[in-house]
C-alpha cells in the first residue's frame, strides 16, 4: 500500500478578538500564517473561536442576556460570506487544512444562530459545514441544533478528518459515526468553561474525553480550546467581582494532540494562549486496530445496528414548488394597470401583463 500521511498538526489555543468577526478572522490569519511557518500541515481552532462563546448564559439570567444575545447575532457570520472567505483564502495561501468554530446566522430565519465548525481544504474548498447537533446546558439559550447531514468524515491530504464541537465528543453515537466512516484524524473543538461547577475541572475533562477517542477509536486527535482574555473578562464581569473571580478560575482550558494510544504525544497546554504542535504518523493506527476495531472485527454488527439519519433538515417541506401569490388558486386579482400607471384602465403593461408585477417583484 502507499505510504500513509505522515504531517505536524497545529492545536491553537488562543482567545478571539471578542464579538468582532473581522477583527478575530484577522487573528485566526495571523495565527494560521505562525503555524504553517511552524510547518504545520494541519491547524485547529477552538469552538466558536469567531467571534467568540456567550458567557453570560451563565452569569445573567435569560432577559439580562437577551441583549447580548443580540450582540452576538449582529457579530456573527454568514455561511458563505466573507469572512468565510478570507478563511478559505488563508487556508489556500499557506496550504493547510483548517478546522475553526464559528458562530454562523441561519440563513432562514432572523435569530437563528448556530454553533459552526467549519473544515476548509488546503485549496481552499469549503469541506465541511458541521453544526454542534445539541447545545449544551445554558447554550440552549443562543444556538439551534443541527442535523445529522453534517455528520461526514472528510478525505484530505492529511488524511480522513472528522470533527466535534465541545459537548459532542461526549457523545458515543456522534463519535462512533465518524469512526465508523474511516476518521483517522479528529478535531475537538472547545472553549474555556470556567463558568462550569465548582467541582468541574474543565482541563480534566477534555483530556479525559479526547483520550477516551483516541484510544477507542485507535486515531489521533487535535484539540483546540479558547482563553479567556482580560477583554472577555472586562466585557462579561463588569464591575461584578465575583463574575470576574469565576473567569480567572484555573484549568478551564487545555489543548494538545492525543495519539492512538490514548495519551498525549507532547505536553498540553493549560489556559495559557499558544500553540501546540506534534507529529503525526497515521501509520501508528494499524497496529493497534488489531487488539480492538471497534468499527471492524471487534464489534458485532448482527447484535448492534447504529442507524444515523443524515438527512438534512428544513423548517418546511413542500408536496410541490411554491407558486407566486399573484397566480395561487384563488389569489384575489391585482387591479389592472396600464402604461401610464393609472389603476382602472384596460390598458396592459407590455412588459409586465395583466398585473403590472414583475416576477422579480412577487
Known amino acids: 500500500m502507499e505510504n500513509l500521511p505522515r504531517f505536524t498538526a497545529a492545536a491553537v489555543q488562543a482567545a478571539p478578538v471578542y464579538l468582532d468577526a473581522e477583527a478575530t478572522v484577522d487573528k485566526a490569519i495571523a495565527l494560521i500564517q505562525e503555524a504553517a511557518a511552524a510547518?504545520?500541515?494541519?491547524?485547529?481552532?477552538?469552538?466558536?473561536?469567531?467571534?467568540?462563546?456567550?458567557?453570560?448564559?451563565?452569569?445573567?439570567?435569560?432577559?439580562?442576556?437577551?441583549?447580548?444575545?443580540?450582540?452576538?447575532?449582529?457579530?456573527?457570520?454568514?455561511?458563505?460570506?466573507?469572512?468565510?472567505?478570507?478563511?478559505?483564502?488563508?487556508?489556500?495561501?499557506?496550504?493547510?487544512?483548517?478546522?475553526?468554530?464559528?458562530?454562523?446566522?441561519?440563513?432562514?430565519?432572523?435569530?437563528?444562530?448556530?454553533?459552526?465548525?467549519?473544515?476548509?481544504?488546503?485549496d481552499g474548498e469549503l469541506l465541511g459545514v458541521h453544526r454542534k447537533l445539541v447545545p449544551t446546558w445554558a447554550e440552549k439559550l443562543t444556538w439551534t441544533g443541527g442535523d445529522g447531514s453534517s455528520l461526514k468524515v472528510h478525505p484530505t491530504p492529511i488524511g480522513p478528518l472528522g470533527a466535534l464541537a465541545c459537548g459532542e465528543n461526549t457523545n458515543t453515537l456522534a463519535r462512533f459515526t465518524l469512526l465508523a466512516q474511516g476518521e483517522l484524524v479528529h478535531a475537538s473543538c472547545y472553549i474555556a468553561l470556567p463558568?462550569?461547577?465548582?467541582?468541574?475541572?474543565?482541563?480534566?475533562?477534555?483530556?479525559?474525553?479526547?483520550?477516551?477517542?483516541?484510544?477507542?477509536?485507535?486515531?489521533?486527535?487535535?484539540?483546540?480550546?479558547?482563553?479567556?482574555?482580560?477583554?472577555?473578562?472586562?466585557?462579561?464581569?463588569?464591575?461584578?467581582?465575583?463574575?470576574?473571580?469565576?473567569?480567572?478560575r484555573p484549568r478551564s482550558a487545555l489543548s494538545g494532540i492525543f495519539g492512538p494510544d490514548g495519551r498525549p504525544v507532547t505536553e498540553p497546554l493549560?489556559?495559557?494562549?499558544?500553540?501546540?504542535?506534534?507529529?503525526?504518523?497515521?501509520?501508528?493506527?494499524?497496529?493497534?486496530?488489531?487488539?480492538?476495531?471497534?468499527?471492524?472485527?471487534?464489534?458485532?454488527?448482527?447484535?448492534?445496528?447504529?442507524?444515523?439519519?443524515?438527512?438534512?433538515?428544513?423548517?418546511?417541506?413542500?408536496?410541490?414548488?411554491?407558486t407566486p401569490y399573484d397566480s395561487a388558486p384563488g389569489a384575489a386579482p391585482h387591479p389592472p394597470t396600464d402604461t401610464t400607471g393609472i389603476k382602472g384602465s384596460s390598458g396592459t403593461n407590455s412588459t409586465t401583463g395583466t398585473t403590472g408585477i414583475t416576477k422579480e417583484e412577487v
Open 39 to 122: 510547518g504545520a500541515s494541519l491547524v485547529v481552532f477552538p469552538e466558536v473561536f469567531v467571534p467568540g462563546y456567550p458567557y453570560w448564559n451563565w452569569t445573567m439570567n435569560p432577559v439580562q442576556g437577551s441583549p447580548w444575545f443580540e450582540r452576538l447575532y449582529r457579530s456573527a457570520i454568514d455561511v458563505p460570506g466573507p469572512q468565510v472567505e478570507a478563511l478559505r483564502a488563508a487556508a489556500r495561501q499557506y496550504g493547510i487544512v483548517l478546522v475553526i468554530g464559528v458562530n454562523e446566522r441561519g440563513p432562514h430565519s432572523l435569530g437563528v444562530l448556530y454553533n459552526t465548525l467549519l473544515t476548509i481544504g488546503p
Open 195 to 248: 463558568v462550569a461547577p465548582e467541582d468541574y475541572d474543565m482541563a480534566d475533562a477534555i483530556a479525559v474525553r479526547t483520550a477516551a477517542h483516541s484510544f477507542e477509536g485507535k486515531v489521533f486527535s487535535v484539540v483546540a480550546c479558547s482563553t479567556i482574555s482580560p477583554e472577555i473578562a472586562d466585557t462579561i464581569a463588569g464591575d461584578d467581582e465575583d463574575v470576574r473571580r469565576m473567569l480567572a
Open 270 to 322: 493549560i489556559d495559557d494562549e499558544g500553540i501546540v504542535y506534534a507529529e503525526i504518523d497515521l501509520a501508528k493506527c494499524i497496529q493497534p486496530k488489531q487488539m480492538h476495531d471497534i468499527v471492524g472485527h471487534y464489534n458485532r454488527f448482527d447484535v448492534f445496528q447504529l442507524h444515523v439519519d443524515n438527512r438534512p433538515r428544513t423548517p418546511v417541506t413542500f408536496a410541490t414548488a411554491p
